[in-house]
């Protein structure tokens, strides 16, 4: 059984977490150890194929952030919670049914009422110089209550090094959590708006809009992780700050909707934010069509001799129904998950 503590408050504030279950596959995270020539070496691995699920809930935040961060790494938290289920087995969603749900958004959701709305900062310092930045876009969180841990990549430590602060989770008691995708959205939107926009290119050329707000956790069945897997001599610190104020917190209050003014203001930064990366967008588009050419010319050679063996193979490849330009406003194949708004694509279930 996973350790976790049961609902005992009348209106308590909600979160979902899921332990690791499969009896071979490692448990999905960042793994960090020593190899015997002591050189650290890092590596991504497991996948949330099985895992028990848990619904939890906390008076405040000093109780959760006394319990539920100091959780092992093979427990994770639930941006959302599962619809309907307290306990469930989760398989991957062909299984799902007959009792077992699936980590897709058929079986997550942010629930109304208190919930925990956690902001994903992905920003290196100081926990209370990062506080201090969202506070700045965002000022009516000011009086809230908050609890901060650092990320399942920080405060590592072995013989001879640190890795110290990476990023940041922000932990805040909200009064209805199906309000959470929205404040998370305007939460990015202010940072931008405030001068914190942390815009990037992708592999492809396209703009990525963004800031230190992770926008994945707008998605309810997004997993949280809380800390790395480590093997001795290896080991990680956490570190957790209280921060007194009020709680709930009204999100819509907090966090409000952006005004007609303010959209208009944020989309022209953007569009200077565009044209200020556009000669990296150019060559990054470059490289990239220029790699997809070869990769495309090397499979047409492999698939052997075709009907129209006449063309060439730059022939071949400019027949190829790819746009270099079409990306731009669309999630590309390194994103970590925000797509862009004037896409109209939704979120997809994730693995």
């Known amino acids: ?112 009422g208190n919930a925990l709305l956690t902001i994903d900062c992905d920003q290196i310092g100081d926990p209370d110089a990062v506080r201090e930045e969202l506070l700045n876009a965002l000022p009516g969180l000011t009086r809230a209550a908050m609890a901060t841990a650092s990320s399942s990549s920080s405060n590592l430590s072995w013989p001879g090094g640190e890795t110290g602060a990476k990023s940041l989770h922000c932990f805040l008691m909200v009064a209805d959590g199906s309000d959470v995708p929205r404040a998370l959205e305007d939460a990015h939107k202010r940072l931008v708006l405030s001068g914190a926009g942390r815009h990037k290119v992708a592999t492809d050329g396209s703009f990525l809009e963004r800031s230190i707000v992770d926008l994945q956790l707008r998605v309810p069945s997004q997993p949280i992780f809380l800390r790395a897997h480590v093997c001795d001599p290896v080991m990680q610190t956490k570190d957790v700050r209280l921060y007194d104020g009020l709680a709930p917190v009204d999100s819509r209050v907090a966090i409000p909707p952006l005004s007609e003014i303010e959209e208009a203001r944020l989309r022209s930064m953007l569009l200077e934010a565009r044209s200020h990366l556009a000669p990296e967008m150019a060559r990054a588009r470059s490289l990239y069509t220029g790699k997809r050419v070869q990769e495309m010319v090397g499979t047409w050679r492999a698939a052997g001799p075709r009907p129209d063996a006449n063309k060439s193979d730059a022939e071949h490849a400019r027949s190829w129904p790819f746009d270099a330009d079409s990306s731009v406003e669309r999630c590309c194949s390194d994103c970590c998950g925000h797509f862009c708004q004037s896409s109209g694509i939704p979120p997809p279930d994730l693995p």
């Open 1 to 112: 059984m996973c350790a976790v503590a049961p609902i005992s408050t009348s209106n308590p504030m909600l979160f979902g977490v899921l332990k690791h279950a499969h009896p071979s596959e490692p448990a999905p995270g960042k793994h960090v150890w020593m190899d015997e020539n002591g050189v650290l070496r890092k590596e991504t691995a497991g996948r949330l194929t099985r895992s028990n699920y848990f619904l939890c809930g906390a008076a405040d935040l000093t109780g959760f952030a006394d319990r539920y961060l100091s959780l092992p790494a093979s427990v994770h938290l639930t941006a959302g919670i599962a619809s309907g289920v307290s306990e469930a087995l989760v398989l991957p969603s062909h299984a799902a049914g007959n009792g077992v749900i699936a980590r897709t958004n058929e079986y997550f959701r942010h629930p109304a």
